[in-house]
């Protein structure tokens, strides 16, 4: 988006537009305040027994032998695994933990750094357990990668893009969970949060331009499209949302929830980056033409835009599909495993809604070139008013007719000069102006009348 210079868009144009983008962000802002959380979020660790707790600790020992309770003839061994806490109250403390031999056993070496989680209400011994591996430093060095990465091709605009995905995690951390987990609407949460994140990512990447708010309204349009279509199929579908165990688990910690109506907002939600994606894109596409050549029409223009947005959807639906398909891809196995038939398997609940998120998505997505097309192409095409439209020049007040080539010159300036001059001039005057060449000398005396 770096050749809005170029184009010179009407400021009755610009003026709309912002109004437009001033009204929806005015709702936006007015539905995040109604929807947001006003509770406590911290009800449903206690009801699943979750540990808001964990401290770092390292292994430094690990040793086979018999799990607790047992002897070596029962041959049931267990691997006591020896941490060192590197964090919370018993900071220095070893801590022995057991785990039981299976293929689920995690493997661990000293010198290995792990999380424990730490209750301190249970039974003596068993204050700390084995929460997971710590990756907290390979997520931390994968992240700087990543933004050198961005910023080094991107320079300013790759910070920017940054500034903005740290905004999008404030609004689902800080908005839309928590408001979801305090009972709200999870439909009406993603909508508003959706807006949202669209107002802010665009903005703050891309800057306060035409260009970027012609993106934000196809986006919002394409949305509305999104909207629409997972509220019916989701209806249609008759989805209970409690097809994971994951699911479940939300349901017991948080009773208030509407799984049903969590899964249209994930699917929301899951719609919107692809959005943003398409709309910029295609509304750069249109800026990079017309720029490129102002003298296209406005259906060339859209034809040679609408080129490009063909091409563009045709490889991120399928995008979309990889995207979500390797995200259910355990599950996938599992059905392929049982042997049932492709009609079967997409007739699962856990697999449909995959199918009808990736559907609906993508619909969305299609929808999202021709409206964002559409406006974009009226904009760079709206030609300016010009100045003093209406009657001709030489017919307004004070205007003069164009000069004709022969008045070009000093003696053409004086006889223009003269001309102007005449309609100020009786029209005996006049006449003897021209034949005599003075403007206000009197006609001779005719002959009878002198003496």
Request: one cysteine or more.
């Amino acid at each position: 988006m770096a050749h809005e210079h170029d184009l010179e868009i009407p400021a009755t144009t610009r003026r709309g537009l912002a109004i437009a983008a001033g009204v929806l962000g005015l709702v936006t802002l007015v539905g995040v305040l109604a929807f947001r959380s006003t509770g406590d979020l911290g009800e449903g660790a206690g009801r699943l027994n979750l540990a808001s707790d964990v401290y770092d600790a390292k292994v430094v020992a690990v040793d086979t032998k018999p799990c607790s309770g047992t002897t070596r003839a029962d041959d049931i061994p267990c691997d006591e695994v020896r941490v060192r806490l590197s964090q919370g109250p018993d900071k220095g403390d070893t801590v022995e933990l057991e785990f039981p031999e299976s293929p689920t056993t995690p493997d661990f070496d000293p010198g290995d750094r792990v999380v424990l989680s730490y209750n301190p209400s249970a039974e003596p011994g068993f204050e700390y357990q084995f929460a997971d591996r710590q990756r907290r430093p390979v997520l931390l060095w994968l992240t700087v990668l990543f933004a050198a990465a961005v910023v080094l091709l991107g320079r300013w605009r790759g910070l920017a893009a940054l500034v903005a995905l740290g905004a999008t995690m404030v609004v689902l951390l800080q908005f839309i969970l928590p408001a979801i987990l305090d009972g709200k609407s999870p439909v009406m949460v993603a909508v508003f949060g959706a807006s949202a994140i669209a107002y802010l990512a665009l903005y703050l990447a891309h800057g306060f331009r035409t260009m970027t708010t012609v993106a934000l309204l196809g986006t919002l349009a394409a949305l509305a499209v999104t909207v629409a279509l997972a509220s019916l199929f989701t209806a249609l579908a008759d989805f209970t949302g409690l097809a994971t165990e994951e699911a479940v688990l939300v349901q017991i910690g948080a009773e208030n929830i509407d799984l049903s109506g969590l899964v249209l907002g994930g699917m929301v939600i899951g719609a919107l980056g692809a959005l943003d994606d398409m709309t910029v894109t295609q509304v750069s596409a249109v800026w990079e033409l017309r720029a490129a050549n102002p003298r296209f029409k406005r259906r060339e223009l859209s034809s040679a835009a609408m080129r490009i947005g063909r091409d563009h959807v045709a490889s991120t639906v399928n995008t979309l599909a990889l995207a979500y398909a390797g995200a259910a891809l355990p599950v996938l196995i599992l059905f392929v495993q049982s042997r049932q038939s492709l009609g079967a398997v997409a007739n699962s609940e856990t697999v449909a809604v995959e199918i009808v998120r990736t559907l609906v998505g993508s619909i969305g997505l299609v929808a999202s070139v021709p409206l964002t097309t559409w406006l974009a192409t009226r904009v760079v095409t709206t030609e300016p008013p010009r100045r003093g439209r209406g009657r001709p020049r030489s017919e307004r007040p004070g205007g003069r007719r164009p000069a004709s080539p022969v008045e070009d010159g000093p003696a053409g300036q004086a006889s223009g000069a003269m001309k102007e001059a005449e309609p100020d001039q009786p029209p005996e005057q006049q006449f003897w102006g021209r034949r005599r060449g003075g403007p206000g000398e009197p006609p001779p005396i005719p002959p009878e009348d002198r003496g």
